[in-house]
Nanobody, 124 residues
Framework: QVQLVESGGGLVQAGGSLRLSCVAS????????MAWFRQAPGKEREFVAAINWSGVYTRYADSVKGRFTISRDNAKNTVYLQMNSLKPEDTAVYYC?????????????????WGQGTQVTVSS
């Protein structure tokens, strides 16, 4: 079993930056692909970014491409999401997720374990 704990959320003005962290514990493995998803009030959970086990391969939702960067430090069992040029539409609860299936994917159904989420609020 793997536990994920996110941190780093908060309130920021439009144009500002935040860095989210996700620390894994328990039966961890640095070979798991990891991802960030988000869910705004009244909307479905949506894919934000994913990273393969080595950190070499990443993929992003079109809405965040060029503004967000996903990275990982396997020695620390931590995945990061650097968010720059934030917009009010980025406001959501952000979730970290991992999959044992060995491939990055944008489908939330493919992910086996999830964190509890961290709130990001961007004011205009």
């Amino acid at each position: 079993q793997v536990q994920l704990v996110e941190s780093g959320g908060g309130l920021v003005q439009a144009g500002g930056s935040l860095r989210l962290s996700c620390v894994a514990s328990g039966r961890t493995s640095s070979t798991y692909p990891m991802a960030w998803f988000r869910q705004a009030p009244g909307k479905e959970r949506e894919f934000v970014a994913a990273i393969n086990w080595s950190g070499v391969y990443t993929r992003y939702a079109d809405s965040v491409k060029g503004r967000f960067t996903i990275s990982r430090d396997n020695a620390k069992n931590t995945v990061y999401l650097q968010m720059n040029s934030l917009k009010p539409e980025d406001t959501a609860v952000y979730y970290c997720a991992g999959t044992t299936k060995g491939a990055t994917t944008i489908s939330s159904n493919a992910y086996d374990f999830w964190g509890q989420g961290t709130q990001v609020t961007v004011s205009s």
